[in-house]
């Protein structure tokens, strides 16, 4: 009877780290790192690790070969892949940036704890696991310049979906100005993981629309100081500053900030979401 119930017990911590593939809502398989890795022969792979700022090597699967394997014909029609973290952090990675560049489902560091401490989020220590996206930056140069938003750490789900449909109360009108189709793109890249737009996005951090919108709330150069250098307002918080190694820093903040403006007039009661598969 102990027996039997010690292997509930462990086969329920193995079926936890299984990795979930979702299409549109629906869950369409669920593999372990075993069965992962018979789809995808493992390497071990050294990128610059932006949240320490050093070299670091990982195991890891290739993550464009994964989801063509898993998603089929669907992958050559996906718009983007949404993934999702055991600690509520959900960024939204458009499909095409993965056919451009290499990424890797990380699972291990040859020879070390998988975790880290994250110099982004007021050097917390974090365990990596299940799974940690990373990119190639020492192939692709290009993505350095790019922070760390795109290198979700304890992914459980993966999901193809398309942005609009999925993250409705977050894209403002089509009839948008310049400025603010740039900040909603900025937003999309580096803030939904964590924050909410009427209730779509991330679940790491507060709303920022409804029932007041935060630019209702706080002035302009109160919360353009926040997002460039949220420390030096809250000494210990973890939200990272806007990504330093951007060249048009103040720029995109005042984007991001014109977009947060807009949505002002666009608030909506969020819809609770049902994430089972
Ligand atoms: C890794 C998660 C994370 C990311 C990414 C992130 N934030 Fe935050 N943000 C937080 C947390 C956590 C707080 C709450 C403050 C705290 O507890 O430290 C916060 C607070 C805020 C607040 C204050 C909200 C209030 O009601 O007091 C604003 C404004 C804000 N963030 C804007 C942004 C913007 C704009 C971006 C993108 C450039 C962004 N955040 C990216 C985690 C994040």
């Given at each position: 009877m102990r027996l039997l119930l010690l292997v509930a017990i462990l086969s329920s911590v193995a079926h936890a780290q299984d990795l979930s593939f979702r299409s549109h809502g629906k869950e369409i398989r669920s593999l372990s790192l075993a069965e992962l890795k018979k789809l995808v022969p493992a390497k071990d792979i050294t990128i610059f690790e932006p949240h320490e700022k050093q070299k670091v090597t990982y195991s890891a699967v290739a993550a464009r070969a994964v989801f063509e394997a898993v998603f089929k014909d669907e992958w050559n029609e996906a718009d983007e892949v949404l993934f999702t973290c055991a600690d509520g952090y959900q960024p939204s990675v458009p499909a095409s940036k993965f056919k451009k560049f290499a990424a890797y489902l990380s699972f291990a560091k040859p020879n070390k704890a998988f975790s880290m401490v994250n110099s982004l989020q007021n050097s917390e220590k974090i365990e990596l696991g299940p799974y940690y996206l990373i990119w190639d930056n020492e192939t692709f140069?290009?993505?350095?310049?790019?922070?760390?938003?795109?290198?979700?750490?304890?992914?459980?789900a993966i999901e193809l979906v398309n942005f609009e449909k999925r993250f409705p109360g977050m894209t403002p009108p089509r009839n948008r100005s310049p400025q603010v189709e740039r900040g909603f793109s900025a937003f999309r890249k580096n803030c939904m993981a964590c924050h909410t737009i009427n209730g779509d996005g991330g679940g790491k951090a507060v709303e920022?629309?409804?029932?007041?919108n935060i630019t209702e709330m706080v002035k302009t150069p109160w919360l353009r100081r926040w997002i460039l250098d949220p420390t030096s307002i809250?000494?210990?918080?973890?939200m990272p500053a806007y990504?330093?190694?951007?060249?048009k820093r103040q720029q995109t903040v005042k984007d991001i900030l014109a977009y947060l403006r807009q949505m002002r007039k666009h608030k909506r009661k969020p819809v609770p979401r049902d994430e089972s598969p």
């Open positions: 140069p290009a993505l350095k310049a790019e922070g760390g938003s795109d290198f979700p750490y304890q992914v459980v920022l629309n409804y029932p007041v809250r000494y210990n918080t973890t990504n330093p190694a951007d060249p």
